[in-house]
């Protein structure tokens, strides 16, 4: 018996449902009917409240099997039930993709038929008709149709896309990594100043920064149209810079005044963007 509980242990281990779980995405859970723990293979007693249950994969294991459970969740698409507001690392995994697919679509749309549009970013479109594009993509996903013949307004989708890096619960440049920005954009020196972005971007989780690269791409074409849509590198950086960028629990005053600085790292990357991707 001790032998087969031993190999029991071991396929547990070993299994794919061990590697399932992402600690932040647990919550208590009630279970209707007979459930047994997906880590140690033992029964979760109660009537209530027997174990935790991953948002993400689904994963079920006991409260203290949680703890020990290895951090690295490879989220099932059937939990993920809407695209803005969800976690960008948790959406990439889910999709298999590199980038969350609502970026991808965005900028494609737009640099298909909005390069040239005169304040393409700055100028806002339609509130209600931005919010129907979230609502399209978070109910069809990659088969979301925002072409001209349903959005002819470019200003929407362009607003669709701000409005999804808004949402983002952890933002694209990550709480962790936001110091290190901030502390860049006050750098004077040219140089130094590249040098230290080299350094920031490397804080970024792995989906985080391919998007953020594939970003900077897009928004370095828009400004190659500048003559066409007034709309360059420092503008953009105004745009996006609380975009992309939001302060970690700061005291008012302190975030207002990281305003100028999120500018400049924001208008930094997508000048030396060839450099820095």
Not at 2 to 11: A, I, N, P
Not at 74 to 89: A, E, F, G, M
Not at 214 to 220: F, G
């Amino acid at each position: 018996r001790r032998k087969g509980l031993c190999f029991l242990l071991l396929w547990v281990w070993t299994s794919p449902l061990c590697h399932l779980v992402s600690l932040c995405c647990v919550q208590v859970h009630t279970f209707r009917g007979p459930h047994w723990c997906e880590y140690c293979a033992n029964f979760m007693w109660g009537l209530i409240a027997q174990g935790v249950k991953c948002a993400d994969c689904g994963l079920n294991v006991h409260k203290q099997c949680s703890k020990v459970v290895p951090n690295d969740c490879q989220p099932d698409l059937r939990h993920v039930k809407k695209v803005y507001s969800c976690d960008l690392t948790t959406l990439v995994k889910a999709h298999n993709t590199k980038r969350p697919m609502v970026v991808d679509m965005c900028i494609q749309e737009i640099e298909a038929r909005g390069l040239q549009s005169e304040g393409l970013y700055r100028i806002s479109g339609f509130s209600e008709l931005i919010e129907d594009v979230k609502l399209t993509f978070d109910r069809d996903g990659e088969k979301a149709d925002i072409s001209s013949s349903i959005y002819e307004d470019i200003n929407i989708i362009t607003g669709a896309l701000k409005l999804y890096f808004r949402e983002l619960p952890i933002p694209l440049i990550t709480y962790d990594a936001y110091p290190r920005f901030i502390e860049t954009g006050k750098i004077l020196d040219p140089d130094k100043r590249l040098e230290s972005l080299h350094e920031a971007l490397k804080l970024l989780p792995p989906a985080h920064f391919e998007t953020l690269r594939y970003l900077m791409a897009h928004l370095k074409r828009v400004t190659e149209y500048e003559k066409d849509n007034l709309m360059s590198s420092e503008n953009l950086g105004i745009v996006f810079g609380p975009t992309l960028m939001r302060a970690p629990e700061l005291d008012a005053m302190t975030a207002l005044n990281d305003i100028r600085y999120q500018r400049l790292v924001v208008e930094a990357l997508i000048t030396n963007e060839d450099v820095l991707f």
